[in-house]
Every structure is written in C-alpha cells, then in structure tokens.
C-alpha cells in the first residue's frame, strides 16, 4: 500500500498523486500539447501583474526547462528511495549526471540533511521536445509507470523529481532559474491588485 496524502476538501486520497502522475509523466503524452513546442504550466492560485517579455517561451533558445529553486522537501519521507532509484537510473542507462553542479547539491543535501531539493512547480515552463525526449520520458516512466511505482507507493513529488531530472537530464545552460517577471502566488494575487495590474 502506497502513502497516503489527503488534500483537505479531497475525499479521494489517490487523487494527489495522480496529479503528480500527470504532470510528471502523462502530459507528454497528451493530444492537447501536439501544437505546441513550449508548455507553462500555473497554478490557478498564480497570476501575472505585469508584462513578461518572453513567456510563454524562454529567455534564449538553449532552454529546456524555467522553474525555480524553492528549498528542500520537508516531508523527508516523500524522498524514501529516491536518490537510489535516480542513481540506478543513470547506471542503468550509463549516464552520468549532465548538470554536474546540481547533481552534487542533490548529492549534498541528501548526505547532510536526509532530504532532496525541489524546483517550483506553481509556475514552470518546459520544452515539449526536450520532455519527450527517449532518456527523459523513460525517466518520467520510472517515476510512475514502472517498479517501484514511487509517485504512488512514496508520494515522490514532482518539485523534487523536476530537480533530480534537470541535475542528471540537462546541461547547466539549458536550465533557467530566473524568477518569471510579474509572477506572483497566493497571497500575491489579490483579485482587486490582478484587476489593476
């Protein structure tokens, strides 16, 4: 039986992680996106209060994926199996980490504090061609579609696995963790403050 993870107004506790399932591994496999090159993906709780000069692409042509860098994963049992399953995964396909500088962080949070970083999935932009690239999409199968089921039986988020992914799938250029200019969350989004932007 998988971890449970109740969101409070959600009677299906399964529910969660097919949304992580979803964003991680399914929507690339969507008819929906067929037309596009570039997927951002908001929260419904984001807005923009002001002019961004290049969503809903990105900032310069090397990029592959836009998000943010946010902290660690508090819930340390959400990473239970992780980072061996993503080091199985580079031996498995005899890879090596191909952003060296964040597969050292991931290695070193791990190490010193039990846990994993994790990039911002309220707001991210990614590069349809990139996503469905063979290596990445067998790394997004490996997280839900395949043993050992890790969305489902650890609750292995998609800020976490989006980490891991852009430190072993990308170069470090092809990563940008700018903040998005006028993107605001939560409490940001004052209906009153969006109408006047």
């Not at 969503?55 to 994963?73: A, K, M």
């Not at 846990?115 to 999409?137: C, D, G, H």
């Not at 609750?155 to 072993?168: E, I, K, N, Y």
């Amino acid at each position: 039986m998988g971890v449970k993870f109740v969101v409070k107004g959600r009677p299906n506790p399964w529910g969660y992680h097919q949304m992580i399932r979803f964003w991680i591994s399914r929507i690339w496999l969507h008819e929906a996106i067929e037309p596009y090159e570039y997927i951002m993906r908001m929260d419904s709780d984001s807005c923009f209060k002001q002019h961004n000069d290049f969503l809903p692409g990105t900032r310069n042509e090397d990029i592959v994926y836009h998000s943010q860098f946010v902290g660690v994963e508090n819930r340390k049992e959400f990473t239970s199996g992780l980072i061996e399953h993503s080091e199985k995964f580079l031996e498995r396909y005899d890879k090596s980490a191909g952003n060296p500088m964040m597969w050292r962080y991931v290695q070193s949070i791990w190490k010193n504090e039990g846990t994993l970083p994790l990039l911002n999935t309220n707001f991210e932009v990614s590069r349809k061609s990139f996503m469905q690239k063979n290596i990445v999409k067998r790394w997004h199968e490996s997280l839900s579609e395949e043993k050992p089921f890790g969305v489902f039986t650890h609750r292995w988020g998609d800020a976490v696995t989006r980490f891991l992914m852009c430190a072993m799938l990308t170069m470090n250029y092809e990563v940008d963790t700018s903040y998005p200019d006028g993107y605001g969350h939560k409490e940001q989004c004052l209906e009153e403050e969006v109408d006047a932007a």
